[in-house]
């Protein structure tokens, strides 16, 4: 195989006998065959060739010959004009530090290939639904790695432990669909029935490596099938930015080392099965939606102190207890989720009030509250359109409330009543309950 891949790139270089399988194809320049050769050999010099083998058994092993863009590949022009291919100085040496061949027609297994560009940066091949198989042991080879983008593949098998190796990772983006790559499912939830599951997704424990990835900023294995405990070695992530794990089959409690995440601003852990209590430290989270879960307890009062958390989504859990008045001092927040769960007692007096300016929807439906609904405070709203459920909200309005199905009494004030559309949001309350002005 070796000797035939060698064979292929002469091919390539000397004399251009093998045509250029992109689709402009038609306008590579007709190099004189002792100008290709000339131009070919001197950039291949040092390792440079042996990343050149390397894309030529990914170009086989992954049918290149039918991909959206195969400009230059194998027609004997330099590699560095091979469509998605970035050559640059590595140690005094030209080699190949960038790979973008997403949403490229990709079909097949990565070969094992794929290690010997051992100066990669960045692998980009996401969106390829046809490229299939598990993750090459030697992709955790790659140890110059930084961005690893292989979302919305076919590929399955577990994350392997070697992914310690890869100490420069800054980006880990396995993301894909929960529903099969070959549908147009548009992310509608009201259509996702008619949508078949997706029977490709990596699986297994998440690997305790993880928390060997020190550069970390962004980690997204978003909708697949990873199950067992979220690995407590997280909290090693000083730098960690994003962790989203939305949509797999976690189990267990959330570890309390992700409230040592400084840096973090984006938890998402929807959809999953886990359970116990909301850590009582949570860094400085700009985001945290741990919806769809088991979680139980009450909420901590140290929620408070997220300044400037703006969406928090916690519906269809098992939370209970009162409400903190802690949720009123969160200043910078747009969006809250806490519907679907067992809180009980009053709604807090400020909530939504003046020193909350930005909120702009409440989901506390599905509860056991009481007491009555929460005054109107009047804001300034000029981001309601993108944040707001409810189309043509003007830009000066009201906090809009969902409370149906608590056990909400008393009348109901001449601000809600003046905002006729939000009224359907209060009612019916539980079977007793209900507002003495609005039926």
């Known amino acids: 195989m070796k000797k035939y891949l060698h064979s292929a790139l002469a091919v390539a270089l000397m004399g251009g006998l093998l045509a250029s399988c992109g689709k402009d194809s038609v306008s590579t320049p007709q190099l004189a065959p002792e100008a290709r050769v000339a131009e070919g050999m001197a950039e291949l010099s040092g390792s440079l060739r042996q990343d050149s083998l390397a894309l030529v058994s990914l170009y086989q092993a992954l049918n290149g010959e039918s991909w959206v863009r195969s400009n230059y590949w194998l027609s004997g022009q330099p590699v560095s004009k091979w469509a998605g291919v970035k050559v640059a100085d590595v140690a005094g040496k030209p080699r190949v530090v960038a790979l973008a061949l997403g949403a490229n027609g990709l079909k097949g297994e990565l070969p094992a290939a794929i290690g010997d560009l051992t100066a990669l940066r960045s692998l ?170 088991r979680l139980s307890g009450e909420l901590p009062a140290s929620l408070g102190n997220l300044k400037r958390l703006e969406n928090l989504n916690l519906e269809h859990n098992q939370l209970s207890g009162k409400l903190p008045e802690a949720l009123a001092s969160l ?89 006729q559309k939000t009224l359907k949001f209060l009612i019916p309350q539980q079977e007793g309950f209900g507002f003495s002005n609005l039926k």
């Open 331 to 419: 200043t910078g927040l747009y969006q809250l989720y806490l519907n679907d769960n067992r809180f009980e007692g009053e709604i807090p007096t400020d909530f939504a009030g003046a020193q909350q300016p930005n909120l702009l929807w409440v989901n506390l439906a599905n509860n056991n509250l009481s007491g009555l609904v929460p005054l109107r405070v009047r804001h300034y709203l000029p981001d309601a359109s993108k944040y707001a459920k409810i189309k043509g909200l003007p830009d000066y309005g009201y906090t809009v409330f969902v409370l149906s199905g608590n056990r909400l009494t008393g009348a109901i004030s001449s601000e809600y009543l003046q905002y």
């Open 124 to 293: 980009h091949l996401q969106y390829n639904k046809d490229l299939t198989g598990k993750i090459p042991a030697e992709l955790y080879q790659l140890r110059q790695l930084r961005g690893l983008f292989l979302g919305f593949t076919a590929l399955t098998g577990e994350l392997s432990e070697s992914l310690a190796n890869l100490t420069q990772l800054d980006t880990l983006d396995l993301r894909t669909s929960p529903y099969e790559l070959s549908s147009s499912w548009d992310g509608n939830e009201k259509t996702a029935r008619d949508h078949r599951a997706n029977p490709t997704t990596l699986s297994g424990k998440l690997p305790v490596a993880l928390g060997q990835l020190r550069q970390a900023k962004v980690i997204d294995l978003s909708h697949q099938s990873f199950t067992g405990e979220l690995p407590k070695e997280l909290g090693n992530l000083v730098q960690l930015y994003t962790l989203a794990l939305y949509g797999n089959k976690l189990t267990g409690e959330i570890p309390a080392s992700l409230g040592e995440l400084r840096s973090l601003r984006s938890l998402s852990l929807g959809k999953n099965q886990l359970s116990g209590a909301l850590p009582a430290s949570l860094g400085q989270l700009r985001e945290l939606l741990i919806s769809f879960n």
